[in-house]
């Protein structure tokens, strides 16, 4: 589906003004976002649980896999994100997965689930990233975290890790972070990191968080002027009536559009103004 088609068969685009209020979205707003230059573009993913009894994993897996390279061939991603819970608590299909994960045709980078069990040294040398990864493309700054262990438990963020990097990032235009469980309670399986809260709203040039772990979640959830959005799911046996992936865009006037694709049709369609809390939505 082009552009052209899906601003035809799109619902009404909506407004999330930074006070709260829905709006719906002008036809002035659709004609400007036709008009914006791509600057960069990736896709996230989260949840394979590669390996849970009575679920098809590999075929998940490897569909995820063709979906992305397919979307990929017709306009390039910079990178992808599986954002964790890649196997289901046991470290001994970590290589399996790999070697499909391998098939992606640019790379992609990992973070580490609840059910991703596996020490920090195991996990380096599977992935040859450390659990708590930046880089950085062009103006834009990207942090993945950790937000559990080799016994799964439930963890915040690293503050004191996330502290230095956020401080060493400021100066982008963008950053955005990459983390599991959402550490800001908004769900029911959530952690409430309040130094997390605290952190994150020094550091205005932080544009979204995007967390997996809730299969049933896929939309954005704003909590103190922070975007937090989900993905749903790409495998396991709940969540979501559908499995699929996050593709997210920014444009040269630094808004952000995201949809997700089940596997070829875009779902919560979102546009993100540059100010916080500014979001203009469209749902199928």
């Known amino acids: 589906m082009n552009r052209r088609d899906f601003i035809k068969a799109s619902s009404p685009i909506l407004a999330l003004l930074a006070n709260g209020q829905i709006v719906q979205a002008t036809e002035g707003i659709l004609a400007d976002w036709k008009k914006k230059k791509l600057v960069l573009r990736f896709a996230v993913a989260s949840d394979g649980h590669y390996g849970q009894p009575n679920t098809a994993y590999q075929q998940y897996s490897t569909d995820l896999v063709d979906r992305i390279n397919a979307v990929h061939s017709k306009t390039p991603f910079n990178f992808a994100m599986i954002n964790g819970d890649i196997v289901h608590d046991d470290k001994k299909y970590f290589p399996e997965i790999k070697s499909i994960l391998d098939k992606l045709n640019m790379k992609y980078y990992v973070s580490q689930g609840n059910h991703d069990h596996i020490d920090a040294a195991g996990w380096e040398s599977i992935w040859n990233m450390p ?112 499995r699929g992936f996050r593709v997210v865009e920014l444009y040269s006037d630094n808004s952000i559009v995201s949809y997700i694709l089940d596997p070829v049709n875009r779902l919560n369609n979102v546009e993100m103004k540059q100010e916080r809390n500014e979001v203009v939505r469209t749902e199928s």
């Open 131 to 242: 659990t708590n990864l930046s880089f950085t493309i062009r103006k834009t700054s990207f942090l993945i975290g950790t937000s559990s262990d080799e016994s799964g438990k439930y963890l915040c963020p690293d503050i004191e890790w996330f502290t230095k990097e956020l401080e060493k990032h400021q100066s982008q235009k963008n950053i955005f972070i990459f983390i599991h469980i959402n550490p800001a309670k908004l769900t029911p399986h959530a952690v409430d990191c309040k130094e997390w809260t605290v952190l994150l709203k020094k550091y205005p040039n932080v544009r979204a968080v995007f967390n997996g772990h809730d299969h049933d979640h896929d939309s954005i959830k704003v909590h103190e002027g922070i975007n937090y959005i989900f993905d749903a799911h790409y495998g396991g046996n709940w969540g979501t009536n559908y």
